[in-house]
Structures are given as C-alpha cells and as structure tokens.
C-alpha cells in the first residue's frame, strides 16, 4: 500500500474513535470493501500510528483547539476531526513525516471526505500548528 493508502485507512480507524464514550474499544485494522490485502507490515504501521493518536489524543485535542480559532473539538465535524488527529499526531509526534507532506495529505483527505471549505479550515489549522513548533 501507498502512504496516501495507509493514511487514508488510519484516517477510516480513527474516524470511530468519537462515537465510543468511555474506554475506547481496540480498533481492528479491517479491509473493509477493498479487495486488496493489508500486509502485516502495513497493519502494524497502521496500528501503531492509531496507537500514538489514541495515547496522545488529550494534547492533540488541545493543539487543535488552540489552533482552530475558537472551534471547539466538540463543534468539529467527525471527519474533519479525525483528519486534524491524524496530521497533527504526524506534525507533533512523528518525525519520520515532513511536516509539508502531513498537511497535504490532511488537505486532500479533507477533499475526499469533505469539501473545499473543510479543506481550507484544516489547512489554516494545521498551519498554525506548524508555526507554533
């Protein structure tokens, strides 16, 4: 699989993460309807990227909500949301992914499941985590 692939299934797992209230269940990695197999190697890039999203999840939040000009996480639409998780745990946490290359992926993410103002919202936010580091 591609990066742009594995980050799109990360962005499919971490998408669940709101809509379980208290302990957050384990997240199986799933190959929903594709007919393409997930490597091993891919599953456990995917598993550890979820992993370090949901082990940081409380300083992401708060790093989006200081960026977002005064959204709160809870008024963020979900796939707005789970796509500002996944490149802000990239810009924060992850020095393997340049932080230009975690924006853009954020944004075209943003144009295929939401639309352009999404787009626009996440790259102003994710700019100004950028700028904060």
Known sequence: MTRHELRERIFQTIFQLPFYDEELPEIEVSDVADSEEISDKDKAYIEAKVAGIRDNLEEIDKTIEQNSNGWKVKRIGKSEL???????????????????VAINEAVELAKSYSDEKAARFINGVLSGVVGCF
């Open 82 to 100: 789970a796509i500002l998780r996944l490149a802000v745990y990239e810009i924060r946490f992850d020095a393997d992914v340049p932080d230009k």
